[in-house]
């Protein structure tokens, strides 16, 4: 199994909160990255990160916001929650971009009451 | 922009026997890479096979292989002697090779069922 670790698993919590869902990876890689996954869909890209202090937003709006401190850990915060925010998260890492497979977390499921 | 289309929502087989899932893709684009993801229920997704665009020969790994089709934009993926492990979501995804080179796209992913 890959070594990159999304935490928590499950969370509930309720509107205007504020959540930090962690995701961190020890393989070294530099690319990292974001998905949003509803129920039964596909998989949208909603932030990546070429390395250390760098980060980017996807194709999916979204109203979260990542850091890139440490090579190793790519948080992903939402500073006040609502409803329309309940989905899965995923992070992902990879070497490289082209041929460099994507190692993917367990995934973060929020639902925002 | 480049999408994938997956036309199956949901497959099934039985046990010992071969599927087939069924990925197209719309790209205007020479040079790309194709892969199929796995998801099962409540675990990580991982790859389960690759092909790159440039090369003529379908990608096989053990069980699985490919039916890579360049110039029908097809690229399905066949499952034999399929198992009760190969029972999850599976995903088509496309990520080119030109400037937003770090963008995988995803399909909407077809559900198989393994039957015992």
């Known amino acids: 199994e890959a070594d990159i670790y999304q935490t928590p698993r499950y969370l509930v919590i309720g509107t205007g909160k504020k959540i930090t869902l962690e995701c961190s990876q020890t393989?070294?890689?530099?690319?990292m990255y974001w998905y949003q996954q509803d129920p039964g869909m596909e998989l949208h890209l909603i932030h990546y990160s070429y390395g250390v202090n760098s980060t980017e937003k996807g194709d999916l709006s979204s109203e979260s916001t990542v850091s890139r401190i440490r090579t190793e850990h790519f948080p992903l915060t939402l500073e006040s929650a609502r409803p329309s925010h309940t989905s899965q998260y995923l992070c992902a890492s990879s070497i490289g971009w082209r041929t460099g497979e994507l190692f993917f977390g367990e995934g973060s499921r929020l639902t925002v009451l | 922009a480049q999408t994938v289309t997956q036309s199956q929502p949901e497959m099934s087989v039985q046990e010992a026997e071969t599927v087939t899932l069924s990925c197209t893709y719309d790209t205007s684009e020479s040079d790309y890479y194709l892969f199929w993801y796995k998801q099962p229920p409540s675990r990580q997704m991982i790859l389960v096979i690759r092909q790159e665009a440039y090369k003529q020969q379908n990608a096989t790994e053990n069980r699985f292989s490919v039916n890579f089709q360049k110039a029908a934009k097809s690229f399905s993926l066949k499952i034999s002697d399929s198992q009760l492990g190969d029972a999850a979501m599976y995903f088509c995804a496309y990520r080119g090779s030109g400037g937003s080179n770090y963008k995988l796209t995803f399909g909407k992913g077809t559900l198989l069922t393994v039957n015992p």
């Open positions: 393989m070294g890689h530099d690319k």
